[in-house]
């Protein structure tokens, strides 16, 4: 069956309330981790994580740093008004030129009592540093479809937009976590090794890792490679379309280095692991980007970008993992590129063809959810017993709970072909 006619309504489960995790443990690396493999669940703690793990693996972490991207204003009426950035708008180009601007910057948001922001009415909030003192403005400029258009500007007009953000702004926790973020927020809803500001939500599966951690993984010879990609606010989008094909996947900018690009098709041949959805969506779609720069190395930098259909509509013959990603460095070369930074859509859904992961390490994701179909895809229709497991044994769920770890049978221990 085509994705487009999949229907949501299959992919749900029913997740109560206190199976959610609202603070994360203690310690990053004492979650709870389930072991799926060959039709076997195990339940194992995260540190365990190397034993799990092939020796020489490569694992693939997204090094994404989340942003302070929720602003509070308050109306000089005495009311609150949220103002949630998602994404700068598409005039800027990539997310890491935007959050450099001076100034002033446009920015696509999400507003918690739209209703009260008046038009033509300037929110002001101002912040006092031991060097200076700063005031950002925000002005409302269109209403879109499923987002608003915001002027930001600020004085000093010399500090850049990141930096206001962290001055002004809050770590935005996801919504399912029902409280207000605490000053721990800051520093556990980052991975130890967040280093590239761009996202509004972390990626959750890399929060178990630990330098103690890292150690253990090396031992056995098994060791990180980074590359990039910012979580947007569509991570949390519900499928609200009866089937699939009516759902919009939200575009999200990835950023790769060409040494990494070298180092995954130099070890294709190697089991390799993506900490997490988005590692594994950048590392597929790389696979799709190359299959298009194949056939016409003259391509245009846009038309690279994955859509969200791209895998399950292309009519080219098979190409391997090594011809694809050969292809995409060769198309680099020709434009003298060092990274890659691009957009990806890409939908991984039952049917998908995996070409690039031997294995997922994960946390447990919402009913309804894209990621959820993701899961499917890795392991078929078992992920009903796996979750449902989860939800016997006192697993914790979504962003600060536990762990998961899948293994992609299919490509495992052979050649990634096709």
């Not at 229907?7 to 981790?33: E, F, G, V």
């Not at 950035?85 to 696509?108: D, M, R, Y």
């Not at 499923?146 to 990141?162: A, G, Q, R, T």
């Not at 070298?262 to 190359?290: C, H, N």
Request: proline residues 6%; charged residues 20%; glycine residues 6%.
């Amino acid at each position: 069956m085509h994705p487009r006619n999949i229907s949501i309504l299959n992919y749900t489960y029913h997740l109560p309330d206190d199976r959610i995790a609202p603070h994360p443990l203690a310690d990053r690396d004492a979650s709870k981790l389930l072991v799926y493999r060959d039709g076997i669940i195990s339940d194992q703690n995260f540190h365990q994580l190397a034993d799990f793990l092939p020796a020489n693996s490569l694992l693939f972490f997204n090094n994404t740093r989340v942003m302070e991207a929720r602003i509070i204003f308050q109306k000089p009426s005495g009311g609150f008004i949220e103002v949630f950035c998602l994404e700068p708008h598409e005039s800027l180009g990539t997310i890491s030129k935007a959050l450099h601007q001076k100034k002033s910057v446009l920015w696509k948001c999400l507003i918690g009592g739209a209703s009260k922001w008046k038009k033509g009415m300037i929110l002001e909030k101002k912040a006092e540093s031991a060097e200076s003192s700063l005031c950002l403005q925000a002005k409302l400029l269109e209403k879109k479809s499923d987002h608003f258009i915001i002027e930001f500007s600020w004085k000093p007009s010399e500090i850049d937009f990141v930096n206001v953000l962290h001055l002004i702004g809050a770590i935005p926790l996801p919504p399912y976590i029902k409280r207000k973020p605490s000053a721990d927020d800051s520093e556990r809803y980052q991975t130890i090794y967040a280093d590239q500001q761009g996202s509004v939500a972390a990626p959750t599966a890399g929060l178990h890792f630990t330098d103690s951690l890292f150690s253990k993984l090396a031992s056995k010879n098994i060791h990180p490679e980074f590359l990039t990609l910012h979580v947007g606010a569509g991570t949390f989008k519900p499928v609200k379309a009866e089937r699939m094909e009516g759902h919009d996947m939200h575009p999200e900018y990835i950023d790769v280095s060409r040494s990494t690009i070298e180092k995954l098709v130099a070890s294709l041949d190697q089991p390799i692991f993506a900490v997490g959805t988005t590692s594994l969506r950048t590392l597929e779609s790389l696979y799709w980007m190359g299959t298009k720069t194949l056939p016409n190395p003259a391509i245009d930098f846009d038309d690279v970008a994955v859509q969200q259909w791209d895998p399950y509509e292309q009519t080219s013959k098979e190409i391997s993992a090594s011809e694809s990603i050969n292809a995409l460095l060769h198309w680099m070369s020709l434009r003298k590129m060092e990274r890659i930074l691009t957009k990806t859509k890409l939908l991984i859904a039952p049917g998908y063809p995996f070409r690039i992961i031997d294995g997922l390490i994960t946390n447990f994701h919402q009913p309804q959810s894209t990621l959820l179909l993701l899961v499917s895809a890795l392991i078929g229709d078992e992920w009903k017993k796996v979750y449902q497991y989860a939800l016997e044994n006192e697993f914790r769920f979504l962003s600060y709970g536990d762990g998961c770890l899948f293994f992609n049978n299919e490509f495992f221990s052979g050649p990634k072909m096709s």
